[in-house]
T-cell receptor, first 112, second 116 residues
Framework: DGGITQSPKYLFRKEGQNVTLSCEQN?????MYWYRQDPGQGLRLIYY???????QKGDIAEGYSVSREKKESFPLTVTSAQKNPTAFYLC???????????FGSGTRLTVV | AQKVTQAQTEISVVEKEDVTLDCVYE???????LFWYKQPPSGELVFLIR??????QNEISGRYSWNFQKSTSSFNFTITASQVVDSAVYFC?????????????FGKGTRLSVIA
């Protein structure tokens, strides 16, 4: 079955460490997105990519980095520069012209 | 700039009651899409509906219905005869087309609790 896979489901990080969240899709979607969810804040866009080897910053890109080397994959790195990284991270994908997003099941990151 | 407001942070209803979740949006575009998503406790967002700005027909799907009114920039969602399984966080979202197929902008969500 087609879908989006995010891994791991839970991730613990020590302060000062970089961590990478995985997002893989087999839907043949062109566009991929990363959102951050905090309690009471809704979903806020971190980065998005509409084609391979190209991506754009969202509203809260500081302290994060991404790559899009393959159509199926859009990993997110949370760097040590991100001051408050504890949150729930959601990856999504869509066809460019079809704006229905398919979401992954999320990764809950906790800084310890 | 585009913006989505869900003024209701939390709503509690007793099972079988009807409930309406409000969504007000702001955009300068003529062409745009509106969405509703459901987020159950598992965390994954589930797509409920997409509506384009030129289609103001109300839509009904089972116990769910949506009322789109451009005059008031609202896209409200009603659940009829609510059930415990409807308990979730519901998000309204907007994507602008004229501005270049912008990514979805979400409201802050409404947490619905249906009590048996």
């Amino acid at each position: 079955d087609g879908g989006i896979t995010q891994s791991p489901k839970y991730l613990f990080r020590k302060e000062g460490q970089n961590v990478t969240l995985s997002c893989e899709q087999n839907l043949n979607h062109d566009a991929m997105y990363w959102y951050r969810q905090d309690p009471g804040q809704g979903l806020r866009l971190i980065y998005y990519s509409q084609i391979v080897n190209d991506f754009q910053k969202g509203d809260i890109a500081e302290g994060y980095s991404v790559s899009r080397e393959k159509k199926e994959s859009f990993p997110l790195t949370v760097t040590s520069a991100q001051k408050n990284p504890t949150a729930f991270y959601l990856c999504a994908s869509s066809k460019v012209v079809d704006r229905g997003y398919t979401f992954g099941s999320g990764t809950r990151l906790t800084v310890v | 700039a585009q913006k989505v407001t869900q003024a209701q942070t939390e709503i509690s209803v007793v099972e079988k009651e009807d409930v309406t979740l409000d969504c007000v949006y702001e955009t300068r575009d003529t062409t745009y899409y509106l969405f509703w998503y459901k987020q159950p406790p598992s965390g994954e967002l589930v797509f409920l509906i997409r509506r384009n700005s030129f289609d103001e027909q109300n839509e009904i799907s089972g116990r769910y219905s949506w009322n789109f009114q451009k005059s008031t920039s609202s896209f409200n969602f009603t659940i009829t005869a609510s059930q415990v399984v409807d308990s979730a966080v519901y998000f309204c979202a907007l994507s602008e087309v004229d501005s270049g197929n912008t990514p979805l902008v979400f409201g802050k969500g409404t947490r619905l609790s249906v009590i048996a």
